[in-house]
């Protein structure tokens, strides 16, 4: 990713409409999906090339740098120097830590033409940490922290919703190596705070919450959500506490008793075409949290069932981890047949010929209904403890808003979330695997300590916009959108109109504002629409009526709220509008 050009210079904030390229649309395209996909495609800030890769415009780019502009400012005070690596990496590295036989699909894989395989960096975390090994002999040198702003290339298997999940983005990614876990907590809470006041500088209502690790790794990670109705990620928070967390990761409480009470000998029932939890409870008259759903996965290769309440859902994250596993998935119709000689629907625990793990809530009842992997039939009278071969009790079912905060006790709520940054403390996962050491203050060899931090850039921009706009287009906050005024010309053929719209525009300007003049020779309405569409926090509007007025007209594009700025005091005037704007932002934020 280039460098951000000066945007306090004159040059790079004098613009006008009439000789810029912003292609706006009336209508937003037939493929474009969620709001931000489509208010970008109008705005003319960018257009598709090919299933997710997108051409950023001059306004998506001008978004673009000055999001990266924020996230450089405050990454370079938390003591991080900006690096910039090949997005072309060599295979060597990646098969060292095993990643290239496990990244999956998404690592798009190529040979160069001496055959020589190499991939499109989806991330950096080997290119760093070989770097690093080869210059780092002493402690004396940690520690190193290092990132860069670049476009990185993941092969989606199914590219959508514009920026918000491309197969080629921007992003910031960062990489720490220290010689022990205090100084490796340093650099991760360095991270965790340059990464709360960037956000809170773009102006977006986010919450920071625990999260899996995925495919990167590590000890434990951070996700930054931007808190929006789209959001894919669905996030748990508690009312009473800072307690957050990804439903992937968010911990459920049971504090309940294993059930001892007395359970009549299980039997066998005919429940002819009832699959799913509610048709069985409705057949056999009893709650749905009296079922017991019997989940059949493939754990790398291997079958495995989990069993949950029938009014619960199974969360395979927890799954993934409580097995340390590479790979999980949904056995297929298939298989779900081989293992229990009964179409779906109708599995269950007893008699099952694979390791069976069972969510903790369950110990807390018994006299359970259950599939007796036998086609149209199910048991009645179940105790998983004395009728099935339990291989382990767990945590792993999603949270729900019933349960309690695993910190506080208190009320558990959940939102919608689009994770626009991801802190990781990697710990040895990578050093391990690649051998990155250094030589002690005893002249010992040790393992470095990495942490890896990472801020989609474009996908932020999404983001924003997801949080901030109505029915008549984007409600940039004022550190993100493409200019922070709209100065509107409503009559380019009045000499008089038009000179005092100059003379407007060279104040802004002069006074730093990053503004666009709309010169075109087009109908008030037109410019109106396009106003409102572009985002631009402030709209000054100069016409016949309001200068034979002694006026310039104001609109607060987040509030709408319009008001007048005398012509005789307009730098005055606007300075004081202006400034409320602004408070307006930082209120709605907080």
């Known amino acids: 990713?280039?460098?951000?050009?000066?945007?306090?210079?004159?040059e790079a904030i004098s613009m006008r409409f009439s000789s810029c390229y912003i292609p706006t649309l009336k209508e937003s395209p037939a493929d474009a999906e969620v709001v931000s996909h489509k208010l970008l495609l109008r705005a003319g800030m960018v257009r598709r090339l090919t299933s997710g890769l997108y051409i950023y415009l001059p306004l998506g780019l001008k978004i673009i740098d000055k999001i990266a502009d924020v996230v450089r400012e405050e990454i370079n005070a938390a003591s991080f120097q900006e690096l910039l690596?090949?997005?072309?990496?060599?295979?060597?590295?990646?098969?060292?830590?095993?990643?290239?036989?496990?990244?999956?699909?998404?690592?798009?894989?190529?040979?160069?033409?001496?055959?020589?395989?190499?991939?499109?960096?989806?991330?950096?975390?080997?290119?760093?940490?070989?770097?690093?090994?080869?210059e780092v002999r002493s402690y004396r040198q940690l520690p190193v922290r290092l990132y860069q702003i670049q476009s990185k290339f993941r092969d989606e298997i199914r590219p959508r919703f514009g920026l918000m999940r491309g197969r080629e983005f921007v992003m910031?990614?960062?990489?720490?190596?220290?010689?022990?876990?205090?100084?490796?907590?340093?650099?991760?809470?360095?991270?965790?705070?340059?990464?709360?006041?960037?956000?809170?500088?773009?102006?977006?209502?986010?919450?920071?919450?625990?999260?899996?690790?995925?495919?990167?790794?590590?000890?434990?990670?951070?996700?930054?959500?931007?808190?929006?109705?789209?959001?894919?990620?669905?996030?748990?928070?508690?009312?009473?506490?800072?307690?957050?967390?990804?439903?992937?990761?968010a911990e459920v409480v049971w504090k309940g008793e294993a059930c001892t009470g007395a359970c009549p000998d299980y039997e066998k029932v005919a429940t002819p075409g009832a699959h799913s939890v509610e048709e069985v409870?409705?057949?056999?008259?009893?709650?749905?949290?009296?079922?017991?759903?019997?989940?059949?996965?493939?754990?790398?290769?291997?079958?495995?069932?989990?069993?949950?309440?029938?009014?619960?859902?199974?969360?395979?994250?927890?799954?993934?981890?409580?097995?340390?596993?590479?790979?999980?998935?949904?056995?297929?119709?298939?298989?779900?047949?081989?293992?229990?000689?009964?179409?779906?629907?109708?599995?269950?625990?007893?008699?099952?010929?694979?390791?069976?793990?069972?969510?903790?809530?369950?110990?807390?009842?018994?006299?359970?209904?259950?599939?007796?992997?036998?086609?149209?039939?199910?048991?009645?009278?179940?105790?998983?403890?004395?009728?099935?071969?339990?291989?382990?009790?767990?945590?792993?079912?999603?949270?729900?808003?019933?349960?309690?905060?695993?910190?506080c006790g208190g009320r558990i709520e959940l939102t919608k979330g689009i994770e626009v940054g991801h802190i990781f403390m990697l710990g040895l996962k990578y050093s391990e695997s690649m051998h990155a050491a250094f030589l002690d203050e005893n002249g010992k060899e040790k393992l470095m300590i990495m942490g890896c931090y990472g801020i989609g850039v474009s996908r932020v921009a999404a983001a924003a916009i997801e949080q901030n706009h109505d029915e008549n287009g984007i409600v940039f906050p004022p550190p993100v959108a493409p200019f922070e005024c709209i100065l509107l010309n409503l009559d380019p053929r009045n000499a008089e109109v038009t000179a005092k719209a100059e003379e407007i525009y060279a104040m802004l300007r002069?006074?730093?504002?990053?503004?666009?003049?709309?010169?075109?020779?087009?109908?008030?309405?037109?410019?109106?629409?396009?106003?409102?569409?572009?985002?631009?926090?402030?709209?000054?509007?100069?016409?016949?009526?309001?200068?034979?007025?002694?006026?310039?007209?104001c609109k607060d594009r987040r509030s709408g709220e319009k008001g007048e700025l005398t012509v005789d005091a307009i730098e005055e005037d606007f300075s004081q509008w202006a400034a409320g704007v602004r408070r307006g932002w930082e209120t709605q934020q907080a």
Request: aromatic share 8%; glycine share 8%.
């Open 281 to 407: 409870a409705a057949m056999l008259r009893v709650p749905a949290g009296a079922v017991v759903k019997t989940m059949l996965f493939s754990v790398d290769g291997k079958p495995v069932a989990v069993l949950v309440r029938g009014d619960r859902e199974v969360n395979d994250i927890k799954l993934k981890n409580l097995l340390k596993a590479q790979e999980v998935e949904l056995a297929g119709a298939a298989t779900v047949e081989a293992l229990t000689h009964a179409p779906v629907g109708f599995a269950g625990p007893v008699g099952l010929d694979v390791p069976v793990y069972a969510d903790l809530e369950l110990q807390g009842a018994t006299d359970y209904v259950t599939g007796a992997n036998a086609a149209d039939a199910h048991f009645r009278h179940v105790d998983l403890r004395r009728d099935a071969a339990i291989t382990a009790w767990a945590d792993l079912r999603a949270i729900t808003p019933e349960d309690v905060c695993p910190r």
């Open 1 to 10: 990713m280039r460098a951000a050009a000066n945007l306090n210079s004159k």
């Open 172 to 249: 910031k990614d960062a990489y720490s190596f220290d010689a022990d876990i205090a100084g490796a907590e340093e650099s991760y809470k360095l991270m965790y705070d340059a990464y709360t006041r960037i956000f809170k500088r773009l102006g977006l209502k986010f919450r920071a919450v625990e999260a899996d690790t995925g495919s990167i790794g590590g000890n434990f990670s951070h996700e930054f959500m931007v808190l929006a109705d789209t959001g894919e990620d669905t996030i748990a928070f508690c009312h009473d506490c800072d307690y957050a967390a990804n439903v992937e990761r």
């Open 85 to 134: 690596m090949p997005m072309v990496q060599p295979a060597d590295l990646w098969k060292e830590t095993g990643r290239w036989e496990h990244y999956g699909k998404e690592l798009l894989r190529f040979k160069d033409r001496n055959e020589r395989d190499y991939c499109l960096g989806p991330t950096h975390e080997e290119v760093i940490t070989d770097l690093v090994r080869g």
């Open 510 to 553: 002069d006074m730093g504002v990053d503004v666009l003049l709309d010169d075109r020779e087009e109908r008030p309405g037109v410019k109106f629409k396009d106003a409102d569409l572009l985002g631009a926090p402030m709209q000054l509007v100069v016409g016949g009526k309001g200068l034979a007025r002694g006026i310039v007209e």
